[in-house]
């Protein structure tokens, strides 16, 4: 699996068509507490994080339908903590999925104004 981070409007989705040759067809944008496995690219992740009560067991239970997926995540937890419990709450979500998934991938890169920064 291949894991995308970054902040929004920095060019992930664009970045992984480009790589990896991906299509809209490949893409599945994550908008509820479900996500479809079928496709090739999941994006939106931290979306899917904010609708689910324990995202990185969800993904645990899923593991061998996204072992080949490139997985995209906006990165929501940094910078200032929200003064909202619930946001403060997607936030902690979204990050230790973020984490979960950072240890299972072959390759994690930033990208940050359409650039790649190799992590692992």
Do not use: N
């Not at 996500?35 to 993904?59: G, M, N, Q, T, W």
């Amino acid at each position: 699996m291949i894991l995308l981070i970054g902040g929004a409007y920095q060019g992930k989705l664009d970045y992984a068509k480009e790589t990896f040759g991906i299509t809209d067809t490949d893409v599945y944008a994550c908008g509820s507490g479900e996500v479809d496995f079928s496709k090739r690219c999941i994006c939106k992740i931290e979306e899917f994080a904010l609708h689910h009560p324990d995202p990185v067991s969800y993904f645990m239970k899923s593991r061998e339908a996204w072992q080949d997926s490139i997985l995209i995540i906006r990165d929501i937890f940094c910078g200032v903590v929200p003064m909202d419990a619930e946001d403060r709450a997607w936030r902690q979500r979204a990050g230790r999925l973020a984490q979960y998934l950072s240890r299972e991938a072959t390759q994690v890169s930033r990208i940050f104004c359409g650039l790649e920064q190799r992590l692992k």
